[in-house]
């Protein structure tokens, strides 16, 4: 590791710094694009409040001297209970950033999910030990989804996550605020926005064509999908409007390893999920970049996993804390995935910063299940929460002991 990386690791403290530093690293489009919220970013406040919802209830004078965090989840045993969520074209952000992703995860014993939308070829990074995670938008049609299935499943890939929420684009309104559009419009704004950005546009963007070529949507289909520049690119994000529940289960008829379904939010649409045969429900507003004045995950968390308890049911969108994760845990969830801060750790510091944004949210969760007077995650439940809207007392003191 060399001395800037060390020294941008030094100033990075928690996973709100990292996105600081990431505004001064990338042009502005690029970070408009990982950054941006739908409309006017109600869903993103809602997702932010959720957690304000809740208070903990601690118990002091508890050993706590070893902390357990491993979690398991489909077999495999993960050194903490969140991971890496699906970020699409992160190879703009970082120079083969899905590579990056991958690596740090395989180092640090956690899943990374794989984007469809991403600019490197999924047999790549499925070379990576342990990515067996790979999130898919459906084709149109029933043959182009088989064909993208079969190539998933020669990939190597275990874990299918087909992403609900997107039947069409969301408003681009804040896109083109930050100058991004897709396809990538070559402009004069553009062409500076990069120059004032050395770094990236040497490290990053001149070193991707140098060596790959003008990026291409590498996994949407099959075949191999339109570059970043091209009108197609639009395309291949459309043709989704007539989706109902059929392609699920024509998707679960296909698919023969463990499939999610990521984006719901309605506790019918999870009882339904489950019917089809899913393997577990990713609960996920899209990190508030889809349907503005959505609700949080974390709100109807308690409710699905009361009526959908016998599969995984984990969650994404705004967790940014240690306490985030654990109130999520605490009220049922079984593991969490999170996007934006690995994604910046990757552009500001390549692999080395997505493990140390790991090590940073690792630690939290350490630090706060001891100042709770925990040592293990299966210690968290709904009795170690208290919260202060519905009126209610708190707990007697032993309901909180396990």
């Not at 060390?6 to 990075?12: E, F, G, N, T, V």
């Not at 350490?366 to 968290?380: D, I, K, P, Y």
């Amino acid at each position: 590791m060399n001395f800037w990386t060390q020294k941008k690791l030094a100033s990075i403290h928690n996973l709100h710094d990292v996105e600081r530093l990431a505004r001064r690293k990338l042009p502005r489009p690029i970070f408009g694009y990982i950054d941006h919220v739908a409309e006017d970013g109600r869903t993103q406040r809602a997702n932010l409040s959720a957690f304000d919802e809740y208070c903990f209830l601690p118990k002091a004078f508890v050993n706590v001297s070893q902390i357990d965090l491993h979690t398991e989840l489909y077999g495999k045993r993960y050194t903490v209970p969140f991971g890496i969520a699906p970020m699409g074209i992160s190879a703009l952000s970082t120079y083969q950033g899905d590579l990056v992703l991958a690596r740090a995860a395989a180092k640090r014993n956690l899943p990374m999910i794989m984007s469809g939308s991403s600019l490197v070829p999924m047999e790549e990074v499925a070379r990576v030990e342990g990515a067996d995670w790979f999130q898919a938008y459906l084709p149109g049609t029933p043959e182009g989804i088989e064909a993208l299935l079969a190539r998933i499943q020669r990939a190597g890939f275990k874990k299918l996550v087909v992403t609900l929420d997107y039947p069409v684009p969301p408003n681009p309104d804040n896109f083109r605020r930050a100058g991004f559009s897709s396809p990538l419009e070559p402009s004069l704004r553009l062409a500076l926005d990069g120059l004032l950005r050395p770094g990236w546009l040497c490290n990053t963007f001149l070193r991707t064509l140098w060596k790959h070529g003008m990026p291409h949507f590498e996994n949407n289909y099959a075949e191999r999908g339109a570059p970043v520049i091209s009108r197609q690119a639009a395309r291949d994000f459309s043709g989704r409007r007539h989706f109902d529940w059929g392609y699920l289960d024509l998707v679960r008829r296909l698919w023969p390893d463990t499939l999610i379904v990521k984006g719901i939010l309605n506790p019918e649409d999870a009882v339904r999920a489950q019917q089809a045969g899913v393997d577990g429900i990713i609960l996920s507003n899209h990190g508030a970049r889809q349907l503005d004045c959505t609700i949080s995950p974390l709100q109807v968390l308690p409710e699905i996993k009361r009526r959908v308890s016998d599969i995984p049911i984990m969650i994404d969108s705004g967790f940014r804390r240690g306490t985030d994760v654990i109130k999520a845990l605490a009220l049922g969830a079984d593991f969490v995935f999170v996007g934006r801060p690995f994604n910046y750790a990757a552009a500001c510091a390549g692999q080395a910063g997505v493990e140390h944004v790991a090590d940073l949210l690792q630690r939290e969760i350490e630090r706060n299940m001891a100042l709770l007077g925990l040592t293990s995650l299966s210690q968290l439940d709904r009795s170690c929460l208290y919260q202060p809207t519905t009126g209610e007392a708190p707990p007697a003191a032993a309901d909180c002991i396990r």
